[in-house]
């Protein structure tokens, strides 16, 4: 069963940093392509970043470029989200979604094209 896996989510202040993890459970990362969403309260779900399943390609929203990152590891089957110099913001719920059977260098920001979604990590900016 293909389930992306989140974890990593807690307090931080701003300015400060987060890694979160999507941990591919019951599927091979470098066969997916990877996309990572936020919903904040009172608000729809958005796209924070992608990445193709070759690695090849990303796309990072605007509100984020320049400080987060995505780092994938295959060998522990996971994609990480490295959030730095969060800001209030940034709160919300961040998923991380799966599709595979794009192209390698293919990755989209819209959740609509994700066929697995995990369950969700809270992430709180907040001094």
């Known amino acids: 069963q293909v389930r992306p896996v989140e974890s990593g989510g807690g307090l931080v202040q701003p300015g400060g940093s987060l890694r979160l993890s999507c941990e591919a459970s019951?599927?091979?990362?470098?066969?997916?392509?990877i996309g990572w969403f936020r919903q904040a309260p009172g608000k729809e779900r958005e796209g924070v970043a992608c990445?193709?399943?070759?690695?090849?390609?990303?796309y990072f929203a605007d509100s984020v470029k320049g400080r987060f990152t995505l780092l994938p590891d295959n060998r522990r089957n996971t994609m990480y989200l490295q959030m730095n110099k969060v800001k209030s913001e940034d709160t919300g719920v961040y998923y991380c979604?799966?599709?595979?059977?794009?192209?390698?260098?293919?990755?989209?920001?819209?959740?609509?094209?994700?066929?697995?979604w995990g369950q969700g990590t809270q992430v709180t900016v907040s001094s």
């Open positions: 979604a799966a599709h595979g059977g794009w192209l390698p260098n293919v990755c989209r920001s819209s959740a609509d094209e994700y066929d697995y």
């Open positions: 019951g599927f091979t990362l470098a066969y997916y392509a």
């Open positions: 990445i193709s399943s070759s690695g090849g390609s990303t």
